[in-house]
């Protein structure tokens, strides 16, 4: 016995169910198949939890600093965990249970809840029941990569996935691992009140960054009180009394890092060993990511992955765009491409970083003439009045065509300024636009132009 539907999508990350309603508002019989948590990992690990603790967290930090905006506070600002974790349940869960009710609301829509697996390139086998289709989705996206350290069995250490749920204060949180994850559970913990050490095994923080960005970060870091420790070449684990040592050199006796918990923080692997991709025939690289076509098509004619599974993109934005490429493929006859979409995210440490476009390592591996400016927060109007100044705009464009290539904006709103420049990326306008358009006073934005104005050769 075997049920027929028009589409299987297998996951209900940030793809998955807005493929699935666009399907079933098409009149297509749909089935749409979760093992765990509606709304995978944005919405109960990763960036709505993470982002509503580091609410919480920035709001003790504004209150340790109310003295400087002329505040009293008659004894110490504490940290209230399980009221903490109460509100981030209660933002996170609403939207867990929003992405169930919209499925199981969807006419044509058939929500299962149960481990996929391909049994072959058209069929699934979901709680020992198979379902065919014509056409599959894969949006099985990943979890947290845990490297065989020495020692990584004897210890207990957290995840995200672990340690967005804790309702304790650690005395002394390591966290193995200082890129975005590490670096937001890292300042969001120092400003809850534990004692927080990164460990980071290459030789600066966020290595994708440049190294001016990578700087910054770590001074604003070291700032609060978060010790760093880099180049952390062998990393090991031990129990030690009642602490937790990591190691981080080869040598025996090597000074150790001592903590009360552990997180790793170390990467991503995408949820694809254990899918049946075998049997159906989809490729993977050596990493484990589904390899798909610019439209996200596999080497299987008929099977579509979309998410962080097919290693295209690490973000929310990406898998829903990834939605939207497969969708208007499929139902408009719009030829989008993966290909055409510029690389934006943010770092949501305090201040937040903002990028866009190249970096300027890229943009010099490019060999293209370029022009540069940065300009420091500290000469921003809006960033003195909120007394937030650390950081930095950085901005470069083409010499010749004048369209901007890249942007970092480590500062103040600095997630939503960057997407005035990315907006005129999308439209291939030369960067004079931004320069000749009135911004709102006061606001960060409003210094694009002058920071613009500032464009010297780039070295
Ligand atoms: C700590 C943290 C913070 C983050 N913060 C941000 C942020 O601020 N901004 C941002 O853009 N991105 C952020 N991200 C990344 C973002 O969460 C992911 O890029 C995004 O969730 C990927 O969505 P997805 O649809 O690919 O997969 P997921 O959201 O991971 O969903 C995949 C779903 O598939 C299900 N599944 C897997 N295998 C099977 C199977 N065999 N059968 C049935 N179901 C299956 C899983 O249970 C899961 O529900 C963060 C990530 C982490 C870890």
């Known amino acids: 016995m075997s049920r027929h539907f028009d589409a299987i999508i297998i996951g209900t990350g940030q793809a998955g169910p807005s493929l699935?309603?666009?399907?079933?508002?098409?009149?297509?019989?749909?089935?749409?198949?979760?093992?765990?948590?509606?709304?995978?990992?944005?919405?109960?690990?990763?960036?709505?939890?993470?982002?509503?603790?580091i609410a919480s967290a920035n709001a003790g930090h504004a209150a340790r600093r109310g003295a400087e905006f002329g505040f009293v506070i008659n004894g110490d600002v504490r940290v209230d965990m399980k009221r903490v974790k109460a509100r981030k349940d209660e933002i996170s869960g609403r939207s867990n249970k929003g992405v169930e009710?919209?499925?199981?609301?969807?006419?044509?829509?058939?929500?299962?809840?149960?481990?996929?697996?391909?049994?072959t390139s058209h069929s699934v086998v979901v709680n020992d029941e198979v379902l065919e289709a014509d056409k599959v989705f894969i949006n099985v996206g990943g979890r947290a990569t845990?490297?065989?350290?020495?020692?990584i069995h004897d210890v207990p250490f957290f995840t995200n996935s672990s340690m967005v749920d804790v309702?304790?204060?650690?005395?002394?949180?390591?966290?193995?691992?200082?890129?975005?994850?590490?670096?937001?559970?890292?300042?969001?913990?120092?400003?809850?009140?534990?004692?927080?050490?990164?460990?980071?095994?290459?030789?600066?923080?966020?290595?994708r960054e440049d190294e001016d960005v990578s700087d910054a970060v770590q001074k604003i870091l070291e700032l609060e009180g978060i010790r760093i420790v880099l180049n952390a070449k062998c990393i090991s684990l031990a129990k030690r009394d009642s602490c937790i040592a990591v190691g981080v050199e080869c040598t025996e006796g090597s000074p150790e890092v001592l903590g009360t918990h552990i997180l790793l923080a170390v990467g991503r692997t995408p949820n694809t060993h254990d899918l049946g991709l075998d049997r159906a025939g989809v490729a993977t690289d050596e990493?484990?990511?589904?390899?798909?076509?610019?439209?996200?098509?596999?080497?299987?004619?008929?099977?579509?992955?979309?998410?962080?599974?097919?290693?295209?993109?690490?973000?929310?934005?990406?898998?829903?765009?990834?939605?939207?490429?497969?969708?208007?493929?499929?139902?408009?006859?719009?030829?989008?491409r993966v290909s055409d979409r510029i690389q934006t995210y943010a770092l949501y440490t305090d201040p937040p970083l903002g990028r866009c476009g190249m970096t300027d390592a890229e943009i010099r591996?490019?060999?293209?003439?370029?022009?540069?400016?940065?300009?420091?927060?500290?000469?921003?109007?809006?960033a003195?009045?909120?007394?937030?100044?650390?950081?930095?705009?950085?901005?470069?464009?083409?010499?010749?065509?004048?369209?901007?290539?890249?942007?970092?904006?480590l500062g103040t709103g600095g997630d939503e300024v960057v997407q005035v420049l990315l907006d005129v990326m999308y439209a291939k306008a030369p960067y004079t636009v931004v320069q000749r358009a009135m911004h709102?006073?006061?606001?960060?934005?409003?210094?694009?132009?002058?920071?613009?104005?500032?464009?010297?050769?780039?070295a």
């Open 440 to 458: 709102i006073h006061p606001t960060v934005a409003e210094f694009l132009p002058t920071v613009l104005s500032k464009l010297q050769p780039f």
């Open 20 to 53: 699935a309603a666009r399907f079933a508002t098409a009149g297509k019989a749909v089935a749409i198949i979760e093992r765990h948590k509606f709304g995978g990992t944005c919405v109960n690990t990763g960036c709505i939890p993470t982002k509503t603790l």
């Open 287 to 336: 990493r484990g990511y589904v390899v798909v076509d610019d439209q996200l098509q596999t080497n299987v004619p008929g099977i579509w992955a979309l998410g962080d599974c097919n290693g295209r993109g690490a973000f929310t934005h990406t898998a829903y765009n990834d939605y939207e490429i497969v969708a208007d493929n499929l139902f408009n006859a719009d030829r989008r």
């Open 101 to 119: 009710e919209w499925l199981r609301g969807l006419q044509n829509c058939t929500v299962i809840q149960g481990h996929a697996r391909f049994e």
């Open 167 to 207: 309702d304790f204060l650690p005395e002394h949180l390591v966290i193995v691992g200082g890129s975005y994850v590490g670096l937001e559970f890292g300042q969001m913990y120092r400003r809850f009140g534990s004692e927080v050490t990164i460990v980071e095994m290459g030789p600066r923080l966020i290595g």
């Open 146 to 151: 845990v490297p065989a350290f020495p020692g």
């Open 365 to 382: 591996k490019s060999g293209r003439a370029a022009l540069a400016v940065k300009h420091s927060m500290s000469r921003v109007g809006r």
């Open 384 to 409: 003195v009045e909120k007394g937030e100044t650390q950081g930095f705009i950085k901005i470069t464009v083409d010499a010749e065509t004048k369209q901007i290539l890249g942007a970092a904006i």
